[in-house]
């Protein structure tokens, strides 16, 4: 079971896209400022926090005709743990698998063009 997620934060670099199998998976690294409430006042937490996204289809491909490195986002998506490396010595981490991606207009302005699709 994956664990709804909304978080706000910059790209540290271009997006990437990969194939796995027939699916295209758009993958980027957001990096979100964190802090905590403390006797009323905000404490940003020393060490901002990395998130890994990932997006499929239509979503990816906007993501990736779209963002870069810096640009300020918001992602909504499902959280889940993945694994990686030899079964001695493997390495954990959470990704996002985005379900909504936009660019956080608190931050940035940003052009809107309306994707048409043909059918196939």
């Keep these: 079971m994956s664990t709804p997620r909304t978080i706000t934060g910059n790209l540290a670099a271009d997006v990437e ?46 993501a990736a005709a779209t963002l870069h490195k810096g640009d300020a986002v918001i992602v909504v998506g499902r959280e889940h743990t993945v694994s990686w490396g030899p079964e001695d010595n493997k390495s954990y981490g959470r990704v996002i698998d985005a379900d909504n991606i936009g660019v956080n207009l608190a931050r940035q302005v940003a052009t809107i063009t309306r994707v048409t699709r043909t059918e196939e």
């Design 17 to 62: 896209t990969v194939q796995a199998g027939n699916v295209q998976i758009t993958k980027f690294r957001v990096i979100e400022n964190t802090g905590e409430y403390r006797a009323g006042k905000y404490v940003e937490h020393p060490n901002p926090t990395t998130h890994f996204v990932e997006a499929k289809f239509e979503l990816g491909e906007n």
